[in-house]
């Protein structure tokens, strides 16, 4: 590993911690999560432009209506910046949430993700044009993949949440006085991803109880729960290996 880049995923990582501990404080932090969407944005653009040409010359001729429209910049830009931004929000909303376990997880998952790239990257079974990008994707994709069942070990066995309690409409009232922020843009969004949770897991634990007596339904039941946070640890994976060559578009 270059030294080089293990301080560029270092100070990436900070950049989150640094959200974590500002989102509170106000308004001027949000401008943490658009630094975040600009890298994501990034590497799903560089991917999606190179992606579509090669689908597109394999499936339609040139001068079709079908070749013009997939090809065109516009288009590519409007799916990335929707993918960016949902990716971007997942990974925010859900960063303010972790403890300093999660964090554990997520400082040493760094290293892993860094290895792995570093490892592909050097493969030559792919087009150089296509190298970088498709890597980015297969080792965001395996790290994920490793990742979610890391949080499922470590989380599975958890107590639930303080401010889960039998009334549905507590529970609410309470997470929402948990985590709050002094800019009323951010507090809004905070909390109501947070009520989001707060109804997960309020539901999980009615329906842990009811299948008390099915121990393997009780189980796979807080695994779907927990597999769903997937898409965090996709986003969490992206940002990190976008923070590794970030560079200016071509």
């Known amino acids: 590993m270059k030294k080089k880049q293990i301080s560029i995923i270092l100070l990436g990582f900070i950049l989150l911690l640094f959200w974590y501990a ?3 404080l106000s308004c001027i932090s949000i401008i943490i999560p658009f630094i975040i969407f600009i890298i994501i944005f990034k590497s799903t653009y560089e991917l999606s432009v190179t992606k579509k040409r090669c689908l597109v010359n394999c499936y339609f001729k040139k001068e079709s209506f079908l070749y013009k429209f997939f090809t065109k910049t516009f288009f590519i830009i409007i799916l990335s910046f929707i993918n960016s931004l949902i990716l971007t929000t997942i990974l925010v909303l859900n960063i303010v949430t972790f403890n300093f376990f999660d964090f554990i997880i997520l400082f040493f998952d760094i290293f892993f993700i860094l290895y792995l790239y570093n490892k592909f990257i050097n493969n030559n079974s792919l087009n150089e044009n296509i190298n970088n990008p498709v890597t980015k994707r297969g080792v965001a994709l395996i790290n994920s993949f ?3 069942f890391v949080f499922l070990f470590f989380n599975i066995f958890q107590t639930p949440p303080s401010y889960i309690n039998n009334d549905l409409v507590t529970t609410i009232h309470q997470v929402s006085n948990k985590i709050y922020s002094n800019c009323y ?9 947070n009520e989001i949770v707060a109804l ?6 009615k329906f842990s109880i ?6 393997y ?18 986003a969490f ?7 590794l060559n970030f560079r200016r578009f071509k």
């Open 210 to 215: 009811n299948f008390s007596n099915k121990y």
């Open 237 to 243: 994976s992206k940002y990190i290996l976008e923070i």
């Open 146 to 148: 490793i990742l979610i």
């Open 22 to 24: 500002t989102f509170k």
């Open 200 to 205: 997960k897991w309020w539901f999980m634990i």
């Open 217 to 234: 339904l009780k189980e796979i039941i807080w695994i779907v729960y927990l597999l769903g946070n997937y898409l965090m640890v996709y």
């Open 185 to 193: 843009f951010i507090d809004y969004i905070v909390s109501l991803s």
